[in-house]
């Protein structure tokens, strides 16, 4: 028998990272909009604060599109701030002087939003720590912390230390440039702050998404559209950007004939006048709901009045717009509703009639852009409003201090309000002009 010579193994695949800093130069990147110095100690990119500089970036001069970045961060000083920007750009029309893109928070302040999600110069907060807040306590100042990002597609994910921190989905910017920002500074207490990157190494090919746990939220900006994790872990939509299927009149068994538009992916309640329930009326959701983790998007036209209720029985047979528990969607700004009630229970994001949604104006979007709403209802009863990822109040349905709340409201009226054990959700017709999309529900157990 002829002895056969074994075919030699195939050789190891090769390491597909990349270090995009050598430890000793600044080869391959540059400085763009601020003062801010950066120079290389002892194996690091140093950057340090200068007085009266805006944000400055050392960014690559290379731009990327899917990948993984993995690099060491650490902030001596928790008057500073930094992040990594990601598929970013710089100096286009609109944002002269100035880089932009998604990046990666490095918040060592007591808010602690380290690892979420940030688009500079453009819509600003996409994923505040609010969303996760388990994650606030990751970041430490004075000690080397790991992060990571994954940008596959339209997804970017988080990791600060190997724990999963931020998910969001978005169409804009399939690559660009990575950055690492030095934080404008106005004050002495923090200037010649630095902050230390090291490590920086990205892989671009044999990409695979890397899992995350079943209880991050996703910010998801595909209209109307689910991620498979979002499917895999419990979530669906009530409204599916083509029809009203899943909807009715809450007068009613069948959708509205008037009043009510589906178009473009959007359902909107059209004008009357300002007149409540004259036109199309309210719709509800034809299921019932007991705990669940609501998201919707909602976009405003000038002066308008509208609202999501959520456990909306129908027992009351009012004549109006059906009773329920009310996320308020209105413009503060020329709705003569926004001064009514108590201490501003009527404006934006609050509990109607009940409860002041505490927000801060940078998460408040223009008249005529996208808003998200967000109700969350723990098995437990308490409750949850967020606008825009940042949470702006908490109750707990059925405890004392919400049965004060309604004997002062004009929910007086109606016994047990707010308390029953399970409920529809609710679009208002208050005779303006307002579109809704990208709605979806996770029920929780």
């Not at 992916?265 to 034809?286: H, R």
């Not at 976009?299 to 209720?309: E, I």
């Not at 409860?355 to 209802?377: C, L, S, T, Y």
Request: proline letters at 5%; one cysteine or more; aromatic letters at 12%.
């Amino acid at each position: 028998m002829a002895f056969v010579q074994p075919r030699p193994a195939p050789p190891a695949p090769a390491d597909t990272w990349q270090n995009l800093f050598d430890g000793k130069t600044l080869n391959g990147w540059k400085r763009l909009a601020g003062t801010a110095d950066y120079k290389v100690e002892n194996g690091a990119i140093v950057g340090t604060t200068v007085m009266n500089s805006g944000n400055t970036f050392l960014v690559t001069e290379k731009e990327y599109g899917d990948f993984q970045l993995e690099l060491d961060i650490m902030l001596e000083s928790n008057v500073s701030n930094s992040g990594v920007q990601t598929r970013s750009h710089f100096n286009t029309p609109g944002f002269e002087n100035k880089v932009y893109g998604r990046q990666v928070e490095i918040d060592p302040s007591e808010r602690s939003w380290s690892g979420g999600v940030y688009d500079e110069a453009r819509r600003q907060w996409l994923y505040p720590l609010d969303l996760n807040p388990k994650a606030k306590p990751l970041f430490k100042v004075g000690q080397y912390n790991h992060v990571k990002v994954e940008c596959i597609g339209n997804e970017m994910k988080t990791w600060l230390n190997n724990t999963p921190v931020a998910y969001v989905v978005d169409p804009i910017d399939a690559k660009g440039f990575i950055g690492l920002q030095v934080h404008g500074i106005t004050t002495k207490e923090q200037e010649g702050k630095k902050v230390y990157f090291k490590n920086i190494k990205i892989k671009t090919t044999g990409l695979k998404p890397s899992a995350f746990p079943t209880d991050i939220y996703v910010v998801n900006f595909m209209p109307n559209m689910l991620t498979p994790y979002e499917k895999e872990h419990g979530w669906k939509l009530l409204f599916d950007g083509k029809s009203s299927a899943g909807w009715r009149s809450a007068k009613g068994t069948a959708f509205p004939t008037k009043g009510w538009q589906v178009n473009d992916g959007t359902m909107s309640v059209l004008p009357a006048e300002g007149k409540e329930s004259t036109n199309g009326g309210d719709i509800v959701t034809n299921g019932q709901y007991k705990a669940f983790d609501l998201s919707f998007e909602f976009k405003l036209t000038p002066g308008a009045n509208s609202g999501l209720k959520y456990f909306v029985t129908l027992a009351e047979q009012s004549t109006g717009s059906a009773i329920g528990l009310e996320y308020q969607v209105l413009d503060d700004e020329l709705h003569p509703d926004a001064k009514l009630g108590r201490d501003g229970n009527r404006t934006l994001a609050s509990l109607y009639d009940l409860k002041k949604a505490d927000k801060n104006p940078r998460f408040i979007h223009k008249i005529g852009e996208w808003n998200v709403g967000r109700v969350v209802v723990y098995p437990d009863n308490r409750v949850e409003h967020y606008l825009n990822g940042a949470k702006v109040l908490e109750y707990t349905r059925g405890s004392q201090e919400f049965k004060d709340l309604v004997a002062i409201s004009k929910y007086k009226v109606w016994p047990n309000f707010g308390e029953a054990p399970a409920g529809h959700i609710l679009l208002q017709d208050h005779g303006n002009n307002v579109s809704f999309r990208s709605i979806k529900i996770k029920e929780l157990k």
